[in-house]
């Protein structure tokens, strides 16, 4: 299967192979089947799997979610595609109230692997609800795996080892990133929750997931013209975190900046931020700093650009990391 494939051609080829090594894995959504989904992400699946694989479902997530789980308990394995980010949260009280707690409050004899997939962040000038960064809720909400690619590659790969996991999935596809394309290898080459250096460096190091890798990637070629060696990992998980790989990146390099679309404000950065400085503190040579939106709703698309992190503001930090 490798070559190069766009990100939504990828999810496309993951759900394919997921639904052809399980009769057990469906498909449910709002117009996934004959329309094969608002950005074409399950185009083509109803009419090779039919209507039972592959459902068209009514406008309800929570309807949807908690249909998910029905099915869970009786042995299948639903992918659910929340049509936009905003949407997700009709379902919330199904998602963080039951799917997220059913494992425990069974004492581990009931699983539920559902894989639930939701476009999610800015950048493509949609109307309001169709932008929202959330994945700081659901990260919060213990009982969930919480994940989102920057790339084909993982887009691919991370979406099959999402659907084969037992335990819930939050899947989280950066919608601006759908387009571009990518190196896809014909097997995984790394964990669900594993951290990827994408670009080695030794001066500083960038943290980033989904649609602020590129941004980061750019950011640090920038920095390059002025001799600094920066230094880009793609946290690819959200929870867990592998925390050991941002260490050993930040005792290396000896500064951090953490960059995500979500508001900074108890965003993931802040998470991230705490626990890097309680467990590098004697290795930095200045503050953990976070790049991300403004505590304000998403504004108009006319003028998302000036909300959305930029080359210029992730580079703003980098001068703030140099200064101390």
């Known amino acids: 299967m490798a070559g190069q494939l766009s990100i939504a051609k990828a999810l496309n080829d993951a759900l394919r192979k997921s639904l052809e090594s399980d009769p057990k894995t469906v498909l449910m959504g709002e117009d996934i089947g004959k329309l094969g989904g608002v950005f074409r992400i399950t185009d083509g699946l109803q009419k090779d799997f039919g209507e039972d694989r592959v459902i068209d479902t009514p406008l309800a997530e929570s309807g949807i979610v908690g249909t998910a789980i029905g099915l869970a308990l009786r042995g299948y394995r639903p992918v659910v595609e929340i049509q936009f980010d905003g949407f997700v949260?009709?379902?919330?009280?199904?998602?963080?109230?039951?799917?997220?707690?059913?494992?425990?409050?069974?004492?581990?004899?009931?699983?539920?692997?559902?894989?639930?997939?939701?476009?999610?962040?800015?950048?493509?000038?949609?109307?309001?609800?169709?932008?929202?960064?959330?994945e700081a809720y659901f990260a919060h909400t213990a009982g969930l795996r919480v994940v989102s690619p920057s790339n084909a590659h993982d887009a691919h790969w991370m979406l099959r080892q999402s659907i084969e996991s037992d335990d819930p999935v939050i899947f989280l596809e950066p919608k601006r990133r759908y387009w571009d394309k990518g190196e896809v290898g014909d097997s995984a080459d790394l964990g669900l929750h594993d951290a990827r250096i994408v670009r080695p460096g030794a001066d500083a190091t960038l943290i980033a997931y989904g649609p602020m890798v590129k941004v980061c990637l750019e950011a640090a070629a920038a920095a390059e013209e002025d001799g600094r060696r920066l230094e880009v990992v793609d946290l690819r998980s959200l929870s867990p975190v592998d925390f050991a790989a941002l260490e050993e990146s930040v005792r290396r390099t000896g500064r951090g900046i953490v960059v995500h679309e979500a508001p900074v404000f108890l965003g993931m950065g802040a998470e991230l931020a705490a626990r890097l400085t309680e467990r590098c503190f004697y290795h930095l040579e200045a503050p953990i700093l976070r790049v991300g939106g403004y505590h304000a709703p998403y504004p108009p698309s006319r003028v998302e650009e000036s909300f959305l992190p930029d080359l210029d503001r992730v580079l703003d930090a980098v001068d703030r990391a140099f200064a101390y």
Do not use: C
Not at 89 to 99: H, K, M, T
Not at 102 to 108: K, P, S
Not at 110 to 134: C, D, F, M, N
């Open 89 to 134: 949260y009709p379902a919330f009280d199904q998602i963080v109230s039951q799917l997220a707690k059913m494992h425990a409050r069974a004492l581990g004899h009931i699983k539920l692997p559902v894989t639930v997939r939701i476009p999610y962040a800015g950048g493509i000038g949609a109307v309001e609800h169709h932008s929202e960064s959330h």
